[in-house]
């Protein structure tokens, strides 16, 4: 018997039927317009681009013009890449437009829906960004969409990492820019970080489009963008404490797989304080409660989470003596990404890799604040509909189903659940045989390094040829995903490694092409084109007469979300396809979170060695338990997202303050202000309101104004004058200070003047910035303690943050001053000293080149560094080695990574040598 609400849905339809039937009478409208866009020869389709400007400009609405430039766009795609999109297409991008996460399956053509609200909303003049989950995709993208936007006449960038300034600068300023999701924050950090308006990339936030929107703004918005500095190297603590960790025993520690938390009991820290003695780490006498055993408490148990809660193959991997973490949505390696707060460090020491030095936070932003910066965004994805809750509550997103363009095809069986992983795997291996003897391709699913490979290790004992996908071999993703679709094909990929690149059925024609002209370089490549065509038709049959590609899941994630994404994978634009889940009760899912019941149910039904239980139950209630994890993941984010938001609203206000003193011409009058407050704050301080003169302390308040103001004034002869009180005496101060001033200008000229308080303000509040955001770590790690108090930790946060900010701004006046009053132009004698310096240091440079180009250079690939030169003053000078380097000229510096060593043969890495941000 039918439900009330599945009545209702059969009659009224459900909310996404209604929004996709709203939008069917302007996909009419858009088809009715097509003839009148095919008359239009090139330049008139141009043309259009300039006219809708226009309009625009005189006040006509983009939604008024939407159909008109959506018609154009259709009809310029068809003609610069032979692409006309469907109606289901448009409907995407109406939904794009209209600021909604547009959910399209794999295959529908996600990368042509953008262009369409992408080219509506760029011909405001304010730019769009559209948003990829990886460097390969974003460029793939512009290069390839860049056609249609060139043809109407539009301009198209790119952003990438290590990219040359001025090749940013016009990436930015184009009209539609394409950027991962990473390099957009950290621009905006970057770009908040700069002395000069000149120097900034972004423009105004107008309207992003964010690709694979639930990877970017759910799976990756968990981890904050940080740039950050070096801090003091303690390498050596770190690798003491990794010796204490292996000798702990299970009654030393408490560990909770479902919130990935690790603790000491009673007994590991009794065993801690006595290894800790014993070796010297901690002095006698002292414990692990005293306030100066706080390092040590960190150190060791970072040291705890790094070997219980991190495994090497899943987590991360060790390539080149560096912890590269892997992202555990993509399976993708994410280099130049460490973790924070000393972790990174502690799974150095673990691993024997060499260990980088602490860091300290110089910006951050988390992904959520940065997105919603943007007057309107939108997403596309395959996958949205399970975290629908989370898009609305955090970004205002609406999630819209949209209609396939084919029926899907595809065949989604029922779960396969074993006792034991050995039954599951055997299975699994039983069930690939299978399929490639038909010729069915074969796409595995694996959730870590470490599985892929032991599964790899059974397939080629049983003879199986196959291709494995996951961080390690990361260089052929596009080769691996274009051949998974061949036939017999079977490929095993750690999560979605491979994601944005569809699996064409009997494979991929682009790739195919470009593999015969490499092999044949003497025949024409149209002529190659065409035969590859031709049999491509034959192949495409043949898999499709195996049944389409099978997608094989080793394993349940805790994401709905990415088993669908997985599934997804075959079945595109109605090509037939099947998918299927082996699980047994000894997965982490399934183990973590409650199998002993179903062990039981199991046990009683009497199954034999590997026998199965497929049912819809069991379907239905995993996916309760994944709907579980993903309530407390996202109760997770929300709670680190209202903490975040304190620190977000006052980011806004030192990041705005920073713009208006960029943007000014003459910051004299907000430095007087400061002056003046500072000698208020001084006066009240020394002398009390409503105080006697034999109160007052003027030898103090001289002592002060001399300290802050750099102003020797006869303050304590003012105090005995008769009929001065503190007013006169604030007045005084003030007169004296902005006469001061005045002759500093005098002496540097205006001009000069003008910018040292422009660089003096900027610095200063950088400064501070960065001191308070450690400050606000430092009380965001205790403040949940306040919670045994029966004090609301946010409520804690909110006012202790904010009593912090003032206090921050006030002594940012003080130190604006007190540089200020320091100042002073240099005398002739010190401005010849210093030519005379710098004269020398430049001898040294040239003599130290040809020293350096007298000696053989290592070779290409070789690990050594130059020697490093040394200065005059036998410091290390990183002036010039081999290549030419030159410590004034950054454009012969090359292109280094943020990672790699820095040019100057210094032997240290780029970022803690001439890459350091501050």
Not at 195 to 204: A, F, K, T, V
Not at 311 to 337: C, H, P
Not at 399 to 416: G, M, S
Not at 625 to 638: C, H, L, P, S, T
Request: aromatic share 6%.
């Amino acid at each position: 018997m039918l439900g009330i609400g599945k009545i209702a849905r059969k009659v009224f339809g459900t909310p996404n039927d209604r929004k996709v039937k709203a939008t069917r009478p302007l996909v009419e409208q858009i088809n009715a317009l097509e003839p009148e866009f095919q008359k239009l020869d090139d330049a008139g389709l141009r043309a259009k681009t300039d006219e809708f400007r226009k309009r625009i400009e005189g006040g006509e609405s983009l939604d008024h013009i939407l159909p008109e430039a959506f018609a154009n766009c259709r009809e310029g795609a068809l003609r610069a890449l032979g692409l006309r999109a469907f109606d289901t297409q448009l409907m995407g991008g109406i939904f794009l437009h209209q600021g909604n996460i547009s959910e399209m399956k794999t295959g529908e053509g996600k990368t042509l829906v953008a262009t369409f609200p992408a080219y509506l909303n760029a011909l405001t003049g304010k730019g769009v960004h559209i948003v990829t989950v990886n460097d390969y995709l974003a460029r793939r993208d512009a290069e390839w969409m860049g056609n249609v936007f060139g043809f109407l006449g539009m301009t198209t960038g790119v952003v990438y990492p290590r990219q040359p300034e001025d090749e940013k600068k016009v990436a930015y300023a184009s009209d539609i820019t394409y950027a991962t999701n990473n390099e957009l924050g950290f621009d905006y950090l970057r770009d908040n970080m700069k002395s000069e308006l000149e120097q900034m990339y972004q423009r105004d936030h107008n309207f992003a489009i964010v690709d694979e929107v639930d990877s970017i703004l759910i799976d990756e918005a968990r981890t904050p963008l940080i740039i950050s500095g070096p801090s003091q190297d303690r390498s050596d603590l770190y690798v003491a404490i990794d010796k204490l960790i292996p000798d702990l025993t299970e009654e030393h520690f408490t560990l909770d797989e479902k919130t990935r938390n690790v603790t000491y009991t009673d007994e590991g820290n009794e065993f801690l304080e006595e290894q800790l003695h014993a070796r010297g780490l901690l002095p006698d006498g002292q414990t692990l409660y005293d306030p100066e055993s706080t390092t040590v408490v960190h150190h060791v148990n970072q040291g705890l989470r790094a070997h219980k809660l991190f495994q090497k193959d899943k987590d991360y991997i060790v390539r080149d003596n560096e912890v590269v973490l892997i992202d555990e949505f993509t399976g993708r390696m994410m280099a130049g990404r460490r973790l924070s707060d000393g972790l990174h460090q502690a799974i150095e020491a673990k691993e024997g890799a060499a260990i980088q030095p602490e860091n300290v936070t110089l910006a951050s932003v988390t992904f959520q604040n940065y997105f919603r910066l943007y007057g309107k965004l939108s997403g596309m994805t395959g996958t949205a509909t399970t975290e629908a809750e989370e898009f609305a509550e955090i970004y205002g997103l609406g999630v819209v189903e949209v209609p396939t363009n084919r029926p899907i095809a595809r065949v989604d069986e029922d779960d396969k659940v074993y006792r034991t992983a050995r039954e599951k795997y055997d299975a699994v291996v039983e069930d690939i045989r299978k399929a490639h003897e038909v010729g069915t391709p074969v796409l595995v699913g694996t959730t870590s390094i470490e599985k892929s490979e032991m599964l790899s290790a059974l397939l080629t004992k049983a003879g199986l040829k196959h291709n494995v996908l996951n961080a390690r071999q990361h260089e052929q993703e596009a080769q691996i995903v274009g051949d998974a679709g061949k036939l017999g094909a079977v490929t095993i990929a750690t999560n979605m490694a491979g994601r944005g690149t569809d699996i064409k059925l009997g494979g991929n024609v682009e790739l195919k092409v470009l593999e015969a002209i490499a092999a044949d370089p003497d025949t024409h490549p149209d002529e190659i084109r065409q035969r590859i065509e031709g049999g491509h038709a034959a192949d495409e049959k043949a898999v499709i007469d195996a049944g389409g590609l099978f997608v094989l899941a080793t394993e349940r994630h805790e994401s709905r979300r990415i088993d669908n994404q997985l599934r997804g994978r075959s079945g595109r634009q109605g090509d037939p396809g099947k998918s299927s889940f082996f699980l047994s009760l000894e997965d982490d899912l399934m183990r973590i979170f409650g199998s002993e019941r179903l062990d039981k149910v199991l046990s009683s039904l009497g199954m034999k060695e590997g026998e199965a239980i497929i049912h819809p139950w069991v379907n239905k209630s995993l996916e309760r338990a994944q709907a579980k994890v993903e309530g407390r993941n996202f109760d997770i984010r929300k709670q680190l997202l209202k903490f975040d938001d304190v620190m977000n609203d006052q980011r806004k206000v030192v990041f705005s303050q920073r713009r208006e003193i960029m943007e000014a011409d003459d910051l004299g009058e907000i430095t007087q202000d400061m002056r003046h407050q500072v000698i208020e704050d001084l006066v009240k301080q020394h002398i009390p309101p409503r105080t006697y003169a034999d109160q007052w302390d003027t030898r103090g308040l001289y002592a002060s104004v001399l300290e802050n103001l750099g102003l020797d004034t006869p303050i304590i002869a003012w105090g005995d004058e008769e009929g001065v009180d503190a007013d006169v005496i604030r007045e005084r101060l003030e007169e004296a200070t902005d006469k001061q001033m005045a002759e500093k200008a005098a002496a540097f000229g205006d001009d000069t003047m003008r910018q040292i308080e422009k660089q003096v303000l900027l610095q200063t509040i950088d400064g501070k910035w960065r001191e308070h955001l450690l400050t606000l770590e430092h009380l965001r790690s205790v403040v949940g303690f306040r919670g045994y108090a029966q004090r609301d930790p946010l409520n804690e946060y909110k006012t202790e943050s904010f009593q912090l900010f003032e206090s921050m701004l006030d002594s940012l006046r003080v130190d604006v001053t007190q540089k200020l009053g320091q100042i002073r132009p240099m005398t002739e004698e010190e401005q010849r000293a210093l030519v005379e310096q710098m004269a020398a240091q430049q001898a040294a440079q040239r003599a130290q080149m040809e020293l350096s180009l007298s000696k053989s250079a290592p070779p290409p690939d070789s690990a050594a560094v130059a020697a490093e030169p040394t200065a005059v003053d036998g410091s290390a000078d990183n002036g010039s080695v081999a290549n030419g380097f030159d410590e004034g000229d950054p454009a012969s510096w090359g292109d280094p990574g943020r990672n790699d060593l820095c040019p100057c043969g210094s032997g240290n890495k780029f970022k803690h040598c001439h890459g350091r941000l501050v």
